[in-house]
């Protein structure tokens, strides 16, 4: 049986309780109407089948809390103690002193009663302002009134016994209970069979304790069995209620949602207030007593409606609060948001150039936010955010503004003379900052922050002004991230140079504009050929020829690198395997080098893409290498290694691209699965003639040797470079002196020759 099959099983309602509830009706029904010989055993069977129920249900349906049913329990084995005790003391067997322990008794079964109904509305948990608990109250005033008035006050005499006293009582206690179950009946939840029966229950034990009351304290003429049978449904059904397993409900949690005000409720308002008032002020004055307990009781109605008259307004003033304050805050960091900020900087600039003063807005945006986001989830990021809110407002005057804008993004208004260069401090001492660890569940995290600052000058606005600092802030994370930019009016045309560039680039991969340009990769020692590394160019009908240097980052922040550079593996494998084929079979195997970009490294269909492309091609594994930067890896080490080792495992051969510029640290190549390391042109570029870049290529060399690498120099420009890399023992080498990346009709002549003799002097 299934997990799903065991849970259904065991939310459908049990035999046992049908059992039980249809010998309990049984029973009751020769008390009331069977021989008088039947009575006795009826009752006892009754009682006895409620115990077994009390006992068993709690531990079969298990709710989260046992507590009001242990409550429960001990109130049965009380009310069945007090009601042999009563027998006992009409057959005149108990002492004179002892006869109000069976009225005495039965208090504490009450208070049990209600400390169940109590544990349950607590763990329901409802709402604070939730007017249910007033509507019971009502009701239980409006029951207490009327039971008053018109059945204990009328029998009340001057003799009555301290027994009958006691008794004359319990409907009033009752009604404190009734007060708890309809509490428990109003609140908005979920309304199970469980619930009803307790309600029922409660119903029944203030019918049945009214009618003893009527019978034993006030010597009303009632039939005896009448009353037995009464408390005898008030037991049944409150220990059936325990069986059912909808128990499980009346102890978890529940949903608190507002709704009108139903006519049934209204209609039960209306009666239980008008009803008691009006009689009062129309029947005669009775017992001096009497008047003054109905006098109360009438009063205590009165202020329970006037506490409900100011709770329901108190209630919807505090929902319109909270509907005006959602519309200009934040829900996530509670900060102001956008609009309320907008607000703000256009009152500022316009008091700024009446007063003469300076409104500074810092644009704050956090670097590598989505990698927090990645790695631990959303939870964690939203964590993340409502720290940065606290430690952003920590830094600031009461006076100035911190507001949040977007995902991880937040706008800073400060306000002063133009002397004080609030704006530049404040960006600052931002950034020390954020240089400190933030303390979040999953540990400390660090994260910096690109901010752009901008300042109201020469009229302008409040949008242009967060324009303004928006692109400033950009500014800053070009420049490299944890820096702060201030803005200027150069900027304006770079923004539009950007916007229009991101434009032209969408669709450039559909529209054919881009071409894979391939440069050859030599073998120093023999001067062969031993592959090509494939670099992605673009021509765009309306801008030309624009540089990798200019599209590349705007294509990897919009996500536009995923399918540039799937497609640039494709096209590259392709082309090697038309190369493959055209040299034949006895050449020397070729390779090629495809970059691959971080979000590519994220995405774990990249490894399919791989092993696609190199099917469909006829092409080993090792025909391709793929080459990743350091800096990209360490951005998301943990996720990177998952794709790179299953690459690995493929036969790929994995490159670290432009070595020497990124960590470099022996730690983090030593994890990675890579096979080449290409050492940056910035290194190699004054070799040969006693550089001072020299003895760190050395080292370069001696450590990858070591570590089983071969290695790659990267911008080889002259025949001094090549031999010196040729001397330290380099593999490979690239650059200019061998040719520029270029198109695959271009380069006929590198795949026709078999051998390229480069290697004299």
């Not at 239980?272 to 009062?280: D, E, G, K, N, R």
């Amino acid at each position: 049986m299934t997990h799903v099959q065991a849970s259904a099983r065991e939310d459908r309602t049990p035999s046992e309780f049908w059992i039980l509830l249809g010998l309990n009706t049984a029973l009751i029904m020769v008390v009331l109407a069977g021989p008088s010989w039947a009575a006795g055993p009826a009752m006892g069977l009754s009682l006895l089948c409620g115990l077994v129920a009390i006992h068993r249900g709690p531990r079969r349906h298990r709710p989260s809390d046992m507590t009001p049913w242990r409550h429960i329990r001990i109130a049965s084995w009380i009310f069945i103690a007090s009601s042999v005790l009563r027998l006992v003391r009409e057959a005149g067997a108990l002492p004179g002193q002892l006869i109000l322990l069976p009225d005495l008794l039965t208090v504490p079964a009450y208070v049990l009663v209600g400390l169940c109904f109590s544990v349950m509305l607590r763990r329901r948990r409802a709402a604070e302002d939730d007017t249910a608990w007033v509507d019971a109250l009502l009701m239980g005033l409006g029951t207490a009134f009327l039971a008053w008035v018109f059945l204990i006050a009328p029998n009340l005499d001057e003799n009555l016994s301290a027994s009958q006293l006691i008794n004359a009582l319990f409907p009033i206690i009752d009604v404190v209970v009734l007060v708890l179950a309809a509490r428990l009946l109003l609140t908005h939840g979920t309304r199970q069979p469980a619930l009803w029966l307790m309600i029922v229950a409660c119903g029944a034990m203030f019918t049945g304790d009214l009618l003893y009351c009527l019978r034993w304290a006030l010597q009303v003429e009632l039939p005896e069995v009448l009353v037995n049978v009464f408390l005898l449904l008030m037991f049944a059904l409150l220990t059936a209620a325990s069986l059912h397993p909808s128990m499980r409900t009346l102890t978890e949690p529940q949903q608190f949602v507002a709704r009108n005000l139903s006519r049934a409720r209204s209609a039960m308002i209306g009666v239980m207030v008008i009803f008691p008032v009006a009689l009062s002020s129309l029947m005669p004055s009775g017992t001096w007593a009497g008047d003054v307990i109905r006098a109360v009781l009438c009063v205590c109605l009165v202020l329970t409606v006037l506490t409900r008259v100011i709770r329901s307004n108190n209630s919807r003033a505090r929902a319109e609060r909270i509907s005006r304050r959602r519309l200009t805050h934040d829900t996530l960091t509670d900060l102001p948001n956008r609009e309320l900020l907008t607000e703000t900087v256009v009152s500022w600039t316009t008091r700024a150039r009446a007063e003469k003063t300076e409104v500074g807005l810092l644009f704050v945006d956090l670097d590598r936010f989505k990698m927090i986001n990645d790695n631990w989830g959303h939870q964690v990021g939203d964590e993340l955010l409502r720290v940065v809110a606290a430690r952003l407002t920590e830094q600031v005057r009461p006076d100035d503004v911190v507001s949040r804008v977007g995902g991880d993004e937040f706008l800073i208004a400060v306000a002063g003379p133009p002397h004080e260069r609030r704006a530049e401090a404040l960006a600052e001492r931002l950034l020390t900052e954020f240089s400190r660890p933030f303390s979040l569940s999953i540990g400390d995290v660090v994260t910096s922050v690109s901010i752009g600052v901008a300042k109201s000058a020469d009229g302008v606005d409040a949008l242009e002004l967060i324009r303004d600092a928006d692109t400033a802030m950009y500014r800053a994370k070009s420049n490299g991230r944890n820096a702060y930019a201030m803005f200027d009016a150069s900027m304006h045309a770079q923004v539009q140079d950007r916007v229009r560039l991101e434009l032209a680039l969408r669709g450039a991969v559909q529209r054919g504009e881009l071409a894979a340009h391939f440069q050859p990769i030599i073998d120093l020692a023999s001067g062969e050929l031993d592959g090509f590394e494939a670099l992605m160019r673009w021509h765009s009908p309306e801008l030309g020829h624009v540089s990798p240097v200019d599209f590349i980052p705007i294509a990897e922040e919009t996500g536009m690198i995923e399918e540039m550079g799937a497609w640039l593996l494709r096209e590259s494998v392709r082309q090697l395997g038309e190369w493959t084929v055209q040299r034949g079979p006895g050449a020397r195997p070729l390779h090629v080098s495809v970059n691959v970009a971080v979000r590519q490294l994220r995405d774990g269909s990249l490894v399919r893409l791989v092993d696609d492309a190199l099917r469909e091609n006829n092409l080993p594994s090792s025909a391709l290498w793929l080459e990743i930067t350091e800096s990209g890896v360490m951005e998301d080490l943990e996720t990177a290694l998952l794709t790179l080792n299953a690459l690995r495992t493929m036969g790929v051969t994995l490159c670290i691209d432009d070595f020497g510029t990124g960590y470099s640290s022996l730690s983090y190549l030593n994890r990675l699965p890579v096979g080449i390391v290409k050492i940056d042109r910035s290194f190699v570029s004054d070799v040969g003639g006693n550089g001072a870049n020299e003895p760190i290529v050395r080292a370069v060399l001696a450590m990858t040797r070591a570590m089983g690498h071969r290695v790659v120099a990267e911008g080889v420009e002259t025949e001094a470079q090549r031999d010196w890399l040729r001397e330290q023992g380099c593999d490979l080498a690239q650059g200019w002196l061998y040719g520029k990346a270029d198109l695959p009709a271009n380069l006929t002549g590198w795949i026709e020759r078999r051998e390229r003799a480069l290697t004299e002097a």
